[in-house]
């Protein structure tokens, strides 16, 4: 994740990305709040955009190379 130019982190502009197309893949923490990240889950089945699952919102935040826990992260399109 840390490898990607361009990505999202956090729900509001993970969110953004996907109601605008410009994402490829979005990641969310096996241990996120449901209610907080079924939304973005909703438009991205349909969007067909693939929604892989991680361990924990702690390692998703070491993942896009920030110091605190993360819910919600994008890879977007260049």
Do not use: F, H
């Not at 996907?18 to 079924?38: G, H, L, P, S, W």
């Not at 991680?54 to 399109?77: N, P, T, W």
């Amino acid at each position: 994740m840390d490898t990607a130019s361009q990505k999202t982190v956090g729900l509001k502009q993970t969110l953004k990305a996907v109601e605008k197309n410009q994402v490829k893949i979005v990641y969310i923490a096996q241990n996120a709040d449901q209610r907080v990240v079924q939304p973005v889950v909703e438009i991205c089945k349909n969007k067909n955009i693939p929604v892989v699952q991680v361990e924990s919102m702690k390692s998703l935040g070491r993942a896009c190379s920030i110091d605190v826990e993360c819910a919600v992260a994008s890879v977007v399109e260049e």
